[in-house]
């Protein structure tokens, strides 16, 4: 009820930020625009959100000290990162407000009971089997092959799964993963995947971004593209309201991104849930009123929630660590830079971090244009000067 909502945080004060990457980074640079102190809490000194935080506490997620001195600091806390401990959002709720809260987090940084809580929404997730021992491989549907094998908890940009045709390739890919809890699904033919990322508040308002369209590479999301002209299709509304029962559901307060299947028959599948910004909304940065980090900062703060109109077409580009090693001889070299901002729309963010490897998230590229085939000409200018 509205009496219990808490007053909002004023700019000046502080607010805090669980994991020191790149979301965490931009998340700070979102609220000291907005006049905030931030404090980070991430164990490695080199973090990218340490260094550009006004607080940077070098601890585990899980030092209660370091929690400690996070609460006592900030009023508010949020995180950028789904496989922070629940125990330790626990832990601050009692002092500080946390958003989103521990129990929402402990559903979605666990697959299966992700998937199991949005297939009881009522939103369709892939067919799937919890996998525990060898023995539930054996007992799968044979529906469920050819398959993908994925980790419960941990994995990110394809890491901690395997492709699986035979009961034998899953049983090996277990062991592989040291037996740890898996799911099982089938695997789908993609038309296309999509994804919603929207904000709650405290008092159950909802607001939505324009549903960006992602290519992926090698299971790590490569374009994001979204068309400010275009109406919202039909499969686009069906995803927001999906979002939308799911955050209602998990009783959520702060930003999260669905992530979605378009079947080759048309149909719309969930695939995962971020309780964070998600990386297919770094376009709204550039090209939306409020960005997915100022809406986390207004979230968080319990200000209202920012408008989330496109004001143009974007193409994201993700930079990953690859563009540093030359194709011809895979020596390591510097991107060419200059060439990337000299095409006329382009707007780079990179993170900071210390070492290019492949695979590794260094940056993106929000390339703007009036029209999406204006985007999408300067997108392939901007990907050539990449290399
Ligand atoms: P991560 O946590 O690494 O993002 P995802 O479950 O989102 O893991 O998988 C990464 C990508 O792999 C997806 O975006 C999609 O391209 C592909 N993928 C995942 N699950 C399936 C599936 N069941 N069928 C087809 N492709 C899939
Ligand atoms: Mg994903």
Redesign the pocket.
Known sequence: NEASIPPPISPGDWLGMIGGGQLGRMYCHAAQSLGYKVAVLDPDPQSPAGAVADLHIRAAYDDQAGLKQLSERCKAITTEFENVPAQSLETLASASLVRPGAQAVAVVQDRIREKAFIKNIGVPV?PYAAIHTPQDIDAAAEGLFP??L?AARL???????ARVKTREEARQALESFGGVACVL????P?AS?LSVVMARGADGQAVFYPSAR?E?RD???AVSTVDARSPDQAIAVQAANAALAIAEGLEYVGVLCV?F?VLQDGRLIA??IAPRPHNSGHYTMNASVSSQFEQQVRVTAGLPLGGTASLCSVVMLNILGDVWFDDATGLKREPDWPAVLAVPGAKLHLYGKSEARRGRKMGHVNVLGATVADAVGAASRVAHALG
Not at 155 to 161: N, R
Not at 185 to 188: F, K, R, S, V, W
């Open positions: 892939a398959g993908i994925k994995g990110y940009d394809g890491k901690g799964q699904e089938a695997l789908l993609l995947e992602n992926h299971g790590i999301l992530e299947f695939n995962e």
